[in-house]
């Protein structure tokens, strides 16, 4: 990924004038948590109703801001792939608005009962989801961050700290401001979506210390670099994935034409994605008859593959990998192909090279599905199906501000519920404790 | 509380013969993680028997060892509380093998399946719980902890690190002793529950950065100034509270029998317990006829009181609370009152002054006591029922390694469920994403 490090890099000292003002931002975002907590539903929609509305009216201001961003961006020599993911044109200011849409028609998680139970005592204890309380999202130059990442803060009643990427600096602002219009219509406070107001850098490390404990949680949105950094950094809990080395194992048991379905979708249907597989395992007992025609398979679409020696024997067009291939997210069209003993062994090398993100196995072996999708330690794990179904929408969650592979709250993507805690709610009748 | 604070103080350099024991630890601790997941639950279950049976059979060393500890404690000149909760007899060591047999006879939270649902194109999603992983506990000299912990650990599938209080170290090695027994006569790696072997202090610092990633979570056990270290060190979550300020209000339609009742109890039951009342808020609308009766009843048991002018004005015996006595969590029998305007005053003053532990009204208004439920952000919120119900215990998780206020992952008390986290297992029929 292209992380434009400069985004983050350097712990320089914050003029006075700006910690202040990065101060008062925490400030301000835990004061207007505590009124989202308490928003009702409809007044949280009204506001992404709102907020669409300004979108679209806002357009051509939008666009004039991202004009300028792409021109000081072409004049800084940004390459192709980060300049596209810079610009905005009309289709791409209307996606931002529907994407508002999209979140506000989810269900609205606070105040959701997910457990209840009643003590012999007769006290009945609930747990009820309530919001985290601010979050902090730290993202590059994608302007529509600021609008997704924004609506799904509030839609979950929580408050957003934005900093996108300083090359999309305008073009932030002026969604920022379509965004503030809406909640301002809606009477919910404006300091609910803030955007950090300055370019230094050293914002962003005011942020991964949590602002004097007023962000909860911070959410990276960018390529490894971003993330790392992030992660190494943050003394708050961080939403987060380093990278998605995910895999695809083919047992001896499987159908063929399943698994050169889940492969090809698994590898190629984008391959830029964390869900993309980066590395094939097949099952020596399979060797025969399955390893050669997935290996033909991906090298007639264009896909590169690095391989041990008995899958270099199939196709003289395999690559040799090294120890470093088996643990690297290419990201691209790029895949590593190793011939394993069985679902032991595949298992055994997921664990020791993989990211425990996304990881599946293919067969018409009940045993040998179970047994992966018990063993395999990975935030999803599929049976006969494609490892990019990685993804919020594809769950059902609606829309998610990222996927995790921590271990803590959050796990996969990381929708409007994950963006929710809870508390015990107890309700008796006089009940003391002996 | 009495931390001994010199068992955690000091950031001095370990020898490198232990910063390397240290990290062997942390690595043995991953590798038995990977067991105790997949471990069934009757293997666990075995090995609690086992251990439970080891401290009853080694009772004649671990009083022997914990004799020693004593004297030298005694000999340094330790107080009086601390030397109590560090003592063990005959009684004491048969409530630490009972107890391991409580969470022996809890449910096993591994593979529990919390969720489940079909998406349109008829690929199942189930979201199953699993292990955290390695977890690291650090606590005072208070020898029980070091059986209860490990035991909680163990029956959530956790590998455990133990590090006790110095003053503590023979009673520890001791008990630990009979917990490996039992690791050892189940079949199951002894470092499963590691001791750390030394008293150095640079060993919990060693611990607080995570030894390498190999401990994913630490729950401090002791008094504040262990858990403010803590908290303000680690690298890695920490399950904790660091106090609990908590309050019961009395409102307008408060029964004066069932206030009294849930006052008393939340104050005087236990002083010295995170979910004590430290505040008392009583409605002005009723100090005409509350106000009097429950400050002459907590007087009378012995209880201090330190209020507001009004509340001055009802007693004589009444000191005048400062600024710093709102926020204060006494562990004793004291206690500060105020007079409030009604619901709103008192969540206003809750939100401002407490720790988000644990909050109670007494009403029997309805609509006032679900404004309160609602609008009071502490992990546990009570309607006519004593704050003292704070505990996993009386919540019926069995047994509990804590009280969480952090917002994220665990919050209130923290049972064997909350020492999980979840994976999505994905069964398909060879879909593939468009």
């Given at each position: 990924?292209?992380?434009p490090?400069k985004?983050?890099?350097?712990?320089g000292e914050?003029?006075?004038?700006?910690?202040?003002?990065?101060?008062?931002?925490?400030?301000?975002?835990?004061?207007?948590?505590?009124v989202l907590?308490?928003?009702s539903?409809?007044?949280?929609?009204?506001?992404?109703?709102?907020?669409?509305?300004a979108?679209r009216?806002?357009?051509?201001?939008?666009?004039?801001?991202?004009?300028?961003?792409?021109?000081?961006?072409?004049?800084?020599?940004?390459?192709?792939?980060?300049?596209d993911?810079?610009a905005l044109?009309?289709?791409r200011?209307?996606?931002i608005a529907?994407g508002?849409?999209?979140?506000r028609?989810?269900k609205?998680?606070?105040?959701?009962?997910?457990?209840?139970?009643?003590?012999?005592?007769?006290?009945?204890?609930?747990?009820?989801?309530v919001?985290?309380?601010v979050?902090?999202?730290?993202?590059?130059?994608r302007?529509n961050?600021?609008?997704?990442a924004?609506?799904?803060?509030?839609?979950?009643?929580?408050?957003a700290?934005?900093?996108?990427?300083?090359?999309?600096?305008?073009?932030?602002?002026a969604?920022?401001?379509?965004?503030?219009?809406g909640?301002?219509?809606?009477?919910?406070?404006?300091?609910?979506i803030?955007?950090?107001?300055?370019?230094?850098?050293?914002?962003?490390?005011?942020?991964?210390?949590?602002?004097?404990?007023?962000?909860?949680?911070?959410?990276p949105?960018?390529?490894?670099?971003?993330?790392?950094r992030?992660?190494?950094?943050?003394?708050?809990?961080?939403?987060?994935?380093?990278?998605?080395v995910?895999?695809?194992?083919?047992?001896?048991?499987?159908?063929?034409?399943?698994?050169?379905?889940?492969?090809?979708?698994?590898?190629?249907r984008?391959?830029?994605?964390?869900?993309a597989?980066e590395?094939?395992?097949i099952?020596?007992?399979?060797?025969a008859?399955?390893?050669?025609?997935?290996?033909?398979?991906?090298?007639?679409?264009?896909c590169?593959?690095?391989?041990?020696?008995?899958?270099?024997?199939?196709?003289k067009?395999?690559?040799q990998?090294?120890?470093?291939?088996?643990?690297?997210e290419y990201?691209d069209?790029?895949?590593?192909a190793?011939v394993?003993?069985?679902?032991?062994?595949?298992i055994?090398?997921?664990?020791?090279?993989?990211?425990?993100h996304?990881?599946?196995?293919?067969?018409?072996?009940?045993?040998?599905?179970?047994?992966?999708?018990?063993e395999?330690?990975s935030?999803?794990?599929?049976?006969n199906?494609?490892t990019?179904?990685?993804?919020?929408?594809?769950?059902?969650?609606?829309?998610?501000?990222?996927?995790?592979?921590g271990?803590l709250?959050?796990?996969?993507?990381?929708?409007?519920?994950q963006l929710?805690?809870?508390?015990?709610?107890?309700?008796?009748?006089g009940?003391?404790?002996p």
């Open positions: 990924m292209t992380a490090l985004s983050i890099e350097g712990a914050l003029a006075p004038s700006m910690a202040k003002a990065m101060g008062e931002l925490g400030h301000n975002g835990r004061l207007a948590a505590r907590a308490l928003a539903p409809a007044q949280k929609d009204q506001a992404l109703d709102r907020m669409a509305a979108v009216a806002q357009k051509a201001l939008i666009l004039a801001a991202n004009a300028e961003d792409i021109g000081e961006a072409r004049a800084g020599g940004l390459s192709g792939a980060f300049l993911r810079l044109d009309e289709a200011v209307e996606a529907t508002i849409e999209v979140v028609a989810l609205d998680p606070v105040g959701t009962v997910t457990e209840s139970w009643t003590r012999p005592n007769g006290m009945t204890i609930e747990r009820v989801r919001p985290l309380g979050i902090g999202i730290i993202y590059e130059s302007p961050v600021t609008a997704d924004g609506a799904l803060c509030l839609k979950s009643g929580n408050a700290i934005l900093r996108g990427g300083s090359d999309s600096m305008r073009s932030s602002r969604i920022h401001a379509a965004l503030s219009a909640l301002r219509d809606a009477g919910l406070p404006e300091a609910a803030q955007l950090v107001p300055t370019r230094d850098r050293a914002a962003v490390g005011l942020m991964l210390t949590g602002l004097d404990g007023n962000i909860d949680v911070i959410v949105r960018g390529g490894k670099s971003l993330v790392a992030v992660q190494a950094e943050a003394r708050v809990p961080v939403f987060a994935h380093l990278e998605g995910c895999h695809v194992y083919v047992d001896k048991a499987a159908s063929l034409d399943m698994a050169k379905k889940i492969v090809l979708n698994a590898k190629m984008r391959t830029g994605v964390c869900g597989a590395t094939l395992l099952d020596r007992s399979a060797a008859t399955h390893l050669k025609p997935l290996i033909e398979m991906l090298i007639d679409v264009g590169e593959i690095r391989g041990d020696k008995a899958t270099q024997a199939a196709d067009r395999v690559k990998a090294s120890e470093e291939d088996w643990s690297t990201l069209a790029i895949i590593t190793k394993v003993d069985g679902v032991s062994e595949a055994e090398h997921i664990e020791r090279y993989g990211s425990h996304t990881d599946a196995i293919v067969t018409e072996d009940k045993v040998a599905a179970e047994r992966f999708l018990r395999v330690d935030a999803i794990v599929l049976h199906a494609s990019q179904f990685a993804d919020g929408g594809e769950f059902g969650f609606g829309a998610e501000i990222g996927i995790a592979t271990r709250h959050a796990r996969g993507p990381v929708g409007v519920d929710t805690t809870f508390k015990y709610r107890i309700r008796g009748s009940q003391t404790r």
